[in-house]
């Protein structure tokens, strides 16, 4: 359900800002790590602490988009995906890197796009997938059960990702009315109603837990 309109400003093109807080979920615990292949004195890193995207959607057909780059890395570090989020643009090409003294594979069954890129160690080629639809694509390591990232892949160019404490700023934004979404995990999608009108500065929206 949409909250009240959220309104800011006036004008055709809003250099606007939102920013706020979403309020994030409890970090998960650390359930240690069950791999097949075991390596002696290898650090296991603790699991990224929680964070959300921030992404405004709606009709940017009469807008000049900003251009962003079409490139990402979600790097494998001592055994996790570090960052375990990352969120891109439809049309990026995210990159594996391997750098770990040890194998690893990258692999996906989400319906938005499947793949497997094979065991590879930090010297040779990190693994690359393009992923050209939107929607939530869950990453795993065939070798590191404890190891599981999420690459959001999205239709807007407007989007950031909050720091640990949920906070986030949104910045030049186009006038308009838009849904401005918060997404926590597969299951928790906040959504805020914006009118953005130009000169009007910054409009603070919080994501309060559902």
């Known amino acids: 359900m949409f909250s009240p309109l959220l309104a800011v400003g006036s004008g055709l093109f809003a250099q606007t800002t939102i920013e706020g807080t979403v309020q994030l979920p409890k970090p998960r615990p650390d359930l240690g790590v069950n791999e ?3 390596v002696a004195d290898q650090p296991i ?3 990224n602490p929680p964070a959300a995207v ?3 959607t709606g ?3 009469r807008l000049t988009l900003p251009v962003l780059p079409r ?3 979600m790097p494998q570090k001592n055994m996790t995906f570090a ?3 990352v969120a891109v643009l439809a049309g990026t090409t995210v990159e594996f890197p391997n750098l770990d003294d040890m194998y690893h ?3 996906s069954y989400s319906k938005t796009k499947r793949f497997d890129l094979g065991r590879y160690r930090k010297d040779e080629k990190p693994g690359s997938v393009l992923f050209d639809k939107p ?3 869950t990453v795993h390591c065939d070798i590191h059960d404890r190891m599981r990232g999420t690459v959001l892949v999205l239709d807007t160019p407007f989007f950031v990702k909050t720091d640990s404490r949920g906070h986030y700023r949104l910045e030049h934004l186009p006038a308009g009315t838009y849904s401005l979404k918060a997404w926590v995990n597969d299951r928790d999608t906040r959504e805020h109603l914006v009118e953005l009108k130009s000169g009007a500065g910054v409009l603070h929206v919080d994501f309060p837990e559902k």
């Open 135 to 137: 929607g939530m694509v």
């Open 105 to 107: 594979n990258v692999f």
């Open 71 to 73: 490139t990402a890395q």
């Open 83 to 85: 960052p375990d989020l």
């Open 59 to 61: 009709d940017f057909s």
């Open 36 to 38: 097949r292949y075991q």
């Open 54 to 56: 921030v992404y405004l």
């Open 45 to 47: 890193a603790p699991a």
